[in-house]
């Protein structure tokens, strides 16, 4: 059986959850200003909500092992904000599993999680939690065809010989 996560008393405000997966190499849609970008447009249908910060990630969306993700969701388990925006679901996690079950969560304790590019998902509503799951699926297939052509790359430069292999 699952285990209920009791609703909370939370400060009125918002936080932002921005994450890219090397700071620099972003496409300019996906860097931490791009999100931030995006983000400011959401913030137009919530106009007296403070702003109470940024968790800011750099590091890959497919592992939960992320710092300031951890710190987020301790600080929404005290009640330190009302909402969390993120520019798309994929900067929120590329695990369908762990992201679903961290926004369950904090829709539990009942904290708002929005994301400026789909600003009418609800993830509380049943349909919109289904389209949730496509996206978070999509994000997770996208991840992993990421991965199989960096590694096809790495293993053509290797049988090509410009692979380095530990030299300066």
Known sequence: ???????????????????????????????????????????????????????????TGTSADRKHYQRMLTDARKGAFSHVFASVPDRFGRDDVEALR???ELTQLGICVRFAGHPDLDPADMDDRLYLNILFGMAKREAAVIAKRSTNGMLSKLLKGGWPLGSA
């Open 1 to 59: 059986m699952a285990r209920r996560t009791k609703r909370i008393t939370t400060k009125p405000g918002y936080v932002k959850y921005l994450r890219t997966s090397d700071e620099d190499a972003q496409a300019p849609e996906r860097s931490q200003n791009g999100q931030r970008r995006d983000i400011a447009r959401l913030l137009v249908a919530y106009p007296n909500l403070p702003d109470l910060g940024e968790y800011i990630d750099n590091y």
């Open 102 to 104: 961290a926004i369950d």
